[in-house]
C-alpha cells in the first residue's frame, strides 16, 4: 500500500467521457488499497473562456490599476468545476471521494496574483481523510493569499500543486498524467525516431524543462528535486497500465550513468541583442545586467567578444522574445549608463541544447556537439554551457536541421 | 449617505454587456456616496450548464450515495465567475471594488446541500470594507457547512442571499434587480391592463410569493419582513432611474389601506386528490396528514365533504403536481390505515388567489369574488383562506378567464 498524489491536466479532463477515464484511473489505484489524492486542471479550454471574459472587460482599462486578484477569483472556478466532476464520477464507480478547494487545504501562497507561489500546504484534514479511504480530489493551480484571497500559480501551475502537494503528504510518488507516454530524447515532431526514456534525472529534467521540453514545469521539478519526490510521467490516454510504464524522474542512478545525452531540447523563445563598441573596463556586464533587471527581464546567454579595436568590447546576449521591445528601450534609455555605441537585434534565433548528466564524466561530448553542427554549416552566435547541459544559439531556420544531426550526433535513438 | 445591497439575477449579468450595464448602475449608486454590496447570481444559462454535466456524470447513480455537496462545489462556480467579472467591470469604471465567496465572509449554512439554509453571517470583514469605500461584490445563493464545504441555498436563494447579508450588514435598503420592472396586480401576460403598483406590505408579498407570483422568493420575504428591511424589485435593463421606480415591499402603510385587493395570483403546479368513502370519525384528517408527512410530501388545501351516506365523508386535498405520484403511492400503501374506499385524482387544476391586506377590515370580498366566477359559470372545487388572501382550485383550462374576471371585478386596473 503507498501514498500517491495523480495529476491530470486540462487535456486529460477535457470532457465527460475523459473525466471518466481519469475516473477509471484513480479507481484502480483506490482499489489496490492506496491512498489516493488526485490534483485537477480546468478542463480543456475552460480556462481560455474565462480569461477572454476577463480580458474583455478590462480592456483599455488603465484606472482601476491591477486586475490579477479577480482574474484569480474568476479562472480558479475552471478547477473547481473539474474537482466537483471527478469526485461525481467517482462516487458512479463507487469510489468514496470529496473535493477540495485550495482554500479548504488551505494550500497558502505568497499572495503574488496570477503568479502565486506556495508557501504552505496544511493537511491536518485531507490527510486523516485520505487515511480513511477517500480519495481526494484537489483543484490545482490555485491556493489564497495571505489575506484570504484566491491566488492562482499561473499557468501550468498544476504540476506544481501536485508535487507539492505529495511532498507535504509524504506521499510515496507523484504521477503526472498528460497527453504524452513520458519523457523523449527529443521532440518527435521534429525527430520521429525519437524514444521515450524509461528513466531521467531530476537536474536533466530540469535542465531539459527550462531549455523548451514543455512536459513538466521547471518549478515542479525543482520542488521534487529537493524533497527527493520520484516524478512518474505518463499518459491518461489509456486505461492498461501494463502499457503505460512512462518515464521516472528521480535521482539519478547506474543506468543513466551509462548515457551520456539523455535529450536534445530547443526554445524559439529567444531573442538576441548585441551591444556595440562598449568601453572594455570592468564592470560593463554588471551595468548592462542591471539595466536589464531594473526592467524585469531576464537575461540567459551572455557573451562579451573582443573587438577589432583595442580596449572596445561587443557583448551579445538573449532575452525573452516577448520582452525584447522592453529590452531594447530600457537599454536606449541607459545607454550613456552603459556606454555602448551600436546595438543590434534578432528575434529569428533558436536556442538549441543538449542535456545529460552523463557530461560530467565524458570527455568529447562539445566537440562531437560542434562537429555535428559543423557538418551542417549551422553558424553557433552564441554558447553557454553548465556541467550536464551545453545551449548554441542559430538561426532559427535551421532548428529542426540541427536538433536531428545532434539527436543522431549522440545515438538517442537507441536505448542506452 | 445610505448603505445598499443591490441584488442583480442571471439574466441581469447573461452577457458582458449585461455586466457592463449592471457595473454603470452599481457606479452611479456608489458615486451618490452610497455603501454599496452588489450580490450576484450566475450567469443565465451557466447554472443550468453545470447541473446537466453534474447530472450526467451521476446518471443512473445508486452507488455513492448523495451528491449534493459535490453538485453544490460545481454549480456555486457560476456565482464565483460572475462576482469576479463585475469586480472588474467596475474597476474600468475608476469604482473600488473586490469580489466575496461565500466562504470569504463567511456566511455559514446549516450544511442541507443544495438546499441549505442560511445560519450566519459574518461580515465583521466586509461591513469595514464597505465603509473604506470599496463595493463589495458578493457570491449569492451560495455558503459553507458546518464542516467548510461549500453549500448552496437552492434555486432562487440569490434573492434570500442578499436579503440576509443587508439585514446583517444593517442596511437601509435592499434593492432587487430583475427582468421585470416592478411587482404588478397580476400577469401582465394574462391581463395586458395589469398596473405596476408602487408599495406592497410584506404579508401580501409573502402571499403572492407562495400562491405562484415567482418575482421574489417567499424566504427573502419572510426574512425582510422579520428584520422590517424595506425591499424594492425594480428592473436592470434601463439605466434611468427617474424611469424606474419600481415596488415597494415594506411594512404596510395608510396607502395601502385604502386597496382592498392588491393581487390575483395563480399557480399551475398543483394536483388534487379525493378520497372517498371515509369513515366520519375525529383523527381523519390527522391521518391522512401522517401519510402525506411521511412520504415528504406538503398538503395545501384542504376540505372535508360529507357524502350522501350516512357517517361517510369525503376528503379533497391538495398536493403539488410534481408529487402526485408519490402521493397516490403512499396513500394507497396506507389505504387500511386511513381506511378509505376510492382514490379519484386531477392533475389538471389550477389554484388562483386574490391578496390584500385591505380584506381585513372589509366585507364583502369573497360574495364579489365568488359572483364573479359564477357569472363565468367557473365550478369552484376546493377554497381555501386566510386573513389577508382568498384562493379557489378550479379546472385549469378556465385559468386566464378567472384571472381576468377577479382582475376586473377589484377594478385592479385603476390605480388606488
Redesign the interface.
Known amino acids: 500500500m503507498a501514498r500517491i498524489v495523480m495529476k491530470f491536466g486540462g487535456t486529460s479532463v477535457g470532457d465527460?467521457d475523459r473525466?471518466?477515464r481519469v475516473a477509471r484511473l484513480v479507481a484502480s489505484e483506490a482499489k489496490q488499497g492506496n491512498e489516493v489524492a488526485v490534483v485537477v486542471s480546468a478542463m480543456s479550454g475552460e480556462t481560455n473562456r474565462?480569461v477572454a471574459?476577463?480580458d474583455?472587460?478590462?480592456a483599455d482599462?488603465k484606472?482601476?490599476?491591477s486586475?490579477d486578484?479577480?482574474?484569480?477569483?474568476?479562472v480558479?472556478?475552471?478547477e473547481?468545476?473539474t474537482?466537483?466532476?471527478l469526485?461525481?464520477?467517482?462516487?458512479?464507480?463507487?469510489?468514496?471521494a470529496?473535493?477540495w478547494?485550495g482554500?479548504?487545504l488551505p494550500l497558502t501562497t505568497d499572495g503574488a496574483h496570477a503568479v502565486a507561489r506556495i508557501a504552505d500546504i496544511n493537511t491536518d484534514e485531507i490527510s486523516p481523510s485520505l487515511s480513511d479511504g477517500t480519495v481526494g480530489v484537489v483543484a490545482g493551480f490555485q491556493g489564497i493569499s495571505p489575506t484570504?484571497?484566491?491566488a492562482t500559480l499561473g499557468r501550468g501551475g498544476s504540476d506544481t500543486s501536485a508535487v507539492a502537494l505529495a511532498v507535504a503528504l509524504k506521499a510515496d510518488r507523484c504521477d503526472i498524467y498528460t497527453d504524452v507516454d513520458g519523457i523523449y530524447t527529443t521532440d518527435p515532431r521534429i525527430v520521429p525516431e525519437a524514444r521515450r526514456l524509461n528513466r531521467i534525472a531530476f537536474e536533466e529534467m530540469l535542465e531539459l524543462a527550462s531549455l523548451g521540453a514543455k512536459v513538466l514545469q521547471t518549478r515542479s521539478v525543482e520542488l521534487a528535486m529537493n524533497n527527493n519526490l520520484p516524478i512518474r510521467v505518463l499518459t491518461s490516454f489509456t486505461e492498461d497500465a501494463s502499457e503505460n510504464p512512462g518515464t521516472l524522474v528521480c535521482h539519478e542512478d547506474e543506468t543513466m550513468e551509462e548515457r551520456v545525452v539523455s535529450g536534445v531540447a530547443y526554445s524559439r523563445d529567444e531573442a538576441r541583442i548585441t551591444l556595440m563598441r562598449l568601453s572594455d573596463e570592468p564592470g560593463i556586464v554588471a551595468r548592462v545586467c542591471r539595466a536589464m533587471a531594473e526592467a524585469n527581464i531576464i537575461v540567459d546567454m551572455i557573451v562579451q567578444g573582443r573587438s577589432a579595436k583595442k580596449d572596445v568590447a561587443n557583448l551579445t546576449f538573449t532575452v525573452g522574445k516577448r520582452d525584447l521591445d522592453k529590452a531594447i528601450t530600457a537599454l536606449n534609455n541607459s545607454r550613456e549608463m552603459i556606454g555602448f555605441e551600436g546595438l543590434k537585434h534578432d528575434g529569428n534565433v533558436c536556442k538549441v541544447s543538449i542535456v545529460g548528466i552523463g557530461m560530467r564524466s565524458h570527455t568529447g561530448v562539445a566537440q562531437t556537439m560542434f562537429e555535428a553542427l559543423a557538418e551542417r554549416n549551422i553558424n553557433v552566435q552564441v554558447i553557454a554551457t553548465s556541467e550536464i547541459k551545453i545551449s548554441v544559439l542559430i538561426d532559427a531556420e535551421y532548428t529542426e536541421l540541427a536538433v536531428r544531426a545532434l539527436h543522431n550526433a549522440f545515438n538517442l535513438a537507441e536505448a542506452s
Chains 1, 2 share one sequence.
Do not use: N
Not at 469526485?87 to 468514496?96: D, K, S, V, Y
Open positions: 465527460l473525466i471518466r474565462l471574459m476577463a474583455d472587460l478590462s482599462s484606472l482601476g490599476g486586475i486578484d479577480e482574474y484569480d477569483a474568476i480558479a472556478s475552471g473547481q468545476v474537482t466537483g466532476l469526485a461525481i464520477a467517482l462516487r458512479r464507480l463507487g469510489i468514496t470529496r473535493s478547494q482554500w479548504q484570504g484571497r484566491i
